[in-house]
């Protein structure tokens, strides 16, 4: 049963991104999935989730409007596209799932974390 983050690297300002959360050992239609990211000396914040319920989706409003959460339950994957990229979006960003069925913003509803993967935007 795991969760591996990818699609991390380097872009520039204004640049898009898109991150991918494969996932194992569970039907992931189920379960509620998150992303989470922290940056260099800070706390691990909350990004978007994508909740088992009629897929609601939900975003920090310091990303909403910029990234848009997807699943493809058949693919065992969900993702993170990321568009107009800020530097301030540099971290490691992890997926995590829920058992929660509906969008959870709080660290302690997640049961299950991946390996993140770093995305740096830098000129």
């Known amino acids: 049963v795991q969760l591996q983050a990818s699609g991390g690297g380097l872009v520039q300002p204004g640049g898009s991104l898109r991150l991918s959360c494969t996932t194992s050992?569970?039907?992931?239609?189920?379960?509620?999935i998150g992303w989470f990211r922290q940056a260099p000396g800070k706390a691990r914040e909350w990004v978007a989730c994508?909740?088992?319920?009629?897929?609601?989706?939900a975003y920090a409003d310091s990303v909403k409007g910029r990234f848009t959460i997807s699943r493809d339950n058949a693919e065992n994957e969900v993702y993170l596209q990321m568009d107009s990229l800020k530097p301030e979006d540099t971290a490691v960003y992890y997926c995590?799932?829920?058992?929660?069925?509906?969008?959870?913003?709080?660290?302690?509803?997640?049961?299950?974390w991946g390996q993140g993967t770093l995305v740096t935007v830098s000129s």
């Open positions: 050992g569970f039907t992931l239609k189920q379960y509620t």
């Open positions: 994508i909740a088992s319920n009629y897929d609601e989706q």
């Open positions: 995590s799932r829920s058992q929660y069925t509906i969008a959870v913003v709080t660290q302690d509803m997640y049961d299950l």
